[in-house]
């Protein structure tokens, strides 16, 4: 357990002190920042004068605005950030005759793997932590209003549905960071993975739900237990993927 600390304080060190952790966490509190803003500034309008609705504080996180929620452009960068933060994890240390004098210490080797792994854990759970309360702290000042606890345990369990997503892109990223010695293959390799899951995993799902329960104009009233058929064929197939795994979760 010794060695993992040890690689984990390390590991910690060195993303805090990284240009590539600081250019993410300001692309995502920016992005954050104006979304919250948008959708603030609109619901001030729409409330002024009014009792506010219930669960209002939640919209800042979920109300698209102009442009798209915060939780749309989590599901849809959240990704990236596991992929940018572990694609070389491994393969960097090879890269740069590292990972001997790692694998030469008393430390097992797994021990390196489960502490880059953690420290990405942390540093992801420390940026989407920080983000939130930037958020609610604009949105109180927009809004004016306080959170209440059922908004408050909501937020807990979307921070730890988004801490899973983005660990789970973490943990594949740094997967392919030991199978390729290259960290443009490794890159690569996350990359593809992603955008099967994400895009192509649900473009195939509607055309193997058609190939099954084929629904058209003709028979859509005509025969309920084949849209019923249909919808769980397409339902079933799009599980597959991550993203919609990930925006179920987020919007029940």
């Known amino acids: ?54 669960l209002i504080f939640l919209m800042l996180f979920t109300s698209t605005g102009k442009l798209f929620s915060f939780v749309q452009f989590i599901g849809f960068f959240g990704p990236l950030i596991g992929i940018i933060l572990g694609f070389d994890a491994i393969n960097r240390e090879r890269v740069s005759r590292t ?11 797994d021990s390196i793997i ?34 209440g606890v059922e908004e408050i345990w909501r937020l807990v369990i979307y921070l730890i549905a988004s801490l899973l997503y983005v660990s789970f892109w973490l943990g594949i990223s740094i997967l392919f960071s030991v199978v390729f010695r290259s960290t443009s293959t490794s890159a690569l390799a996350s990359l593809a993975i992603w955008i099967f899951f994400s895009f192509f995993v649900s473009l195939g799902a509607g055309v193997l739900a058609d190939a099954i329960a084929p629904v058209n104009q003709q028979n859509v ?30 919007s029940t």
């Open 1 to 54: 357990m010794s060695g993992i600390f040890t690689v984990f304080r390390k590991e910690l060190e060195d993303y805090f002190s990284s240009t590539r952790f600081l250019i993410i966490f300001a692309l995502i509190a920016m992005v954050g920042v104006i979304i919250a803003s948008m959708v603030g500034m609109t619901l001030q309008e729409e409330t002024r004068g009014m009792t506010k609705p219930t």
């Open 221 to 250: 009233g005509a025969d309920p237990a084949m849209i019923m058929k249909h919808e769980e064929v397409l339902r079933v197939t799009s599980s597959f993927s991550p993203m919609t795994l990930y925006s179920d979760a987020t």
């Open 114 to 147: 489960n502490g880059k792994f953690l420290a990405g854990v942390t540093t992801i759970a420390m940026m989407l932590v920080a983000i939130v309360l930037i958020i609610s702290g604009l949105g109180i000042w927009l809004v004016g209003v306080v959170p």
């Open 99 to 109: 990972l001997s004098k790692l694998v030469s210490q008393p430390i097992f080797r």
